[in-house]
């Protein structure tokens, strides 16, 4: 089985519907990656692009997208409503499956050196990749923008770890950078009463004594009468999603409530639905393998 | 995201590695398919043969084996402890993902047809592909092995449903055709009662009124000190895992034991796994698609 990686690239650019097509087919062209999903917004002026693969493939997808966007983007007339400090803004990697963050720390590490080198774009590790502390948050990696980064890059708190210590010209500068999935999860609840999503989304979320790794919200669903406590799930190996579910039943038996039922938005790695099964049944001395479809998840000639 | 399709092909040889790896080998070199597992026993003097990929690949590795097979392995002079009627004995393809039952008896019919016309091998279809309801059991099929069907084939209800109207010389007749994939799952009990162990057992099986599509019987487990519902599940789609597993937690709360945990020995089809997650995390409208590794399972050049 192959290790999987993904990408969710930050290109800035939202309006020129050519040449945002131009900077995906670096990825459509690269072989052996998987374009998921791109959507952009005029407002942003920005485009968020995720593709999959092995790790030699997605680095090869993430560079080759670097270059095309450079030659398309020019920074100095770039507006958007999106904080931004280059032409590809962020560039993530995202152990999958059969992968670990070092893997994917490594491959920040390679494409950040080759976009630093070849492109001569200064480069910022950030998230799992940081080099320093506070750059493990992209807020401050990208402080000051563009525009701020042209004065203050090259002093030491601000010295890119590849490339040169000054700003591209025309494309600025990109954080590299490796973190977890995010999962997006609601359930929604057998009441109208928002208070009730709301205690409940305050009993779970990190921030009010919660569980770790939890962002939750409680919202009204007007056109189903019912309530939800709709979340962003950050480390779901540390804090699973069953462990959510759970400890949501747990609160809504305060008000006799139950749940009506759950939603998954977007995509998720197989292996945190397999967690969820793998609890509930008891199975706990199960293998990915035993999966006959991951056998196909793998590269070329292996067995 | 590509139809899978597995196929588990059982044929007549196992004492001679050597011919044993050149059928094998027919596999290893098909284009497009990926060799799971094999395993042979020399009493049974038999070998079973796992292997996925898409439709077009997994028809023509077993189409190869087929032929390997009969060049290599003569009826005349196999003996053997499992009832056999054929070099190549069984072809069954079973749908894994993104695939169905029609698909997998269409591929049948198709590879039926070619090793009939080409090899001129006579073809029973069995299962769900079979064409008369007698042979959808496989036994049937098989009675006489290949000393009795050398007589009876031809007669109006041993009548191939592709090739030649009697046996071929050396590689007899085979079973081609279309089944569920089988789930060996095992549920282990916090109690060394075995009698507890077996009145479970007859309450979920189907012989005694249980659950459809559940075989069950209980066993001790002498190093554990625990007892255990062993079983095989035929079909997880109409009676899923947690199902069962609920229903054996409900009989066994009648003892007063709990489930120590639950084993799934050897391989299963991602959804009868994702299916449990689906069921305990109240994910009613989840779609294969939202896993991300699920976009590699397709062919090439599909996006």
Do not use: W
């Not at 708190?157 to 700003?167: A, H, S, V």
């Not at 490796?178 to 609840?189: C, E, I, Q, T």
């Amino acid at each position: 089985m192959g290790k999987i990686i993904e990408s969710v690239i930050n290109f800035s650019e939202g309006r020129d519907t050519d040449k945002i097509e131009q900077v995906i087919n670096e990825i459509r062209n690269t072989e052996g990656v998987k374009l998921l999903d791109y959507s952009y917004d005029a407002d942003h002026n920005r485009c968020v692009v995720t593709f999959i693969g092995e790790p030699g493939p997605v680095g090869e997808g993430a560079y080759r997208l670097t270059a095309k966007a450079m030659e398309l983007i020019d920074m100095e007339k770039h507006q958007g409503g999106h904080p931004r400090m280059g032409a590809t803004d962020v560039i993530p990697f995202v152990p999958i499956f059969n992968t670990t963050m070092e893997d994917c720390i490594e491959l920040a590490k390679e494409v950040g050196e080759k976009i630093g080198s070849q492109l001569e774009i200064p480069v910022f590790l950030y998230g799992n990749a940081a080099s320093r502390p506070e750059n493990a948050n992209l807020a401050n990696v990208r402080r000051g923008e563009f525009e701020g980064l042209k004065e203050k890059i090259g002093t030491p708190e601000k010295k890119p770890d590849f490339g040169p210590n000054k700003i591209h010209p025309s494309a600025g500068a990109v954080a590299v950078g490796a973190r977890k999935p995010l999962v997006a999860y609601n359930v929604n609840l057998h009441t109208a009463d928002l208070k009730i999503a709301k205690n409940i989304a305050d009993a779970v979320r990190e921030k009010k004594g919660g569980l770790k790794n939890v962002k939750a919200i409680g919202l009204k669903l007007e056109d189903r009468n019912q309530v939800q406590v709709s979340m962003n799930l950050v480390d779901c190996e540390a804090t699973p999603i069953h462990r959510v579910m759970e400890l949501i039943k747990a609160e809504a038996d305060r008000y006799g409530v139950t749940i009506a039922e759950s939603e998954l938005i977007g995509l998720s790695p197989q292996k945190y639905l397999i967690e969820a099964a793998c609890h509930y049944l008891q199975l706990n001395d199960f293998d990915p393998g035993q999966i006959i479809e991951n056998h196909l998840l793998t590269g070329e000639g292996e067995e």
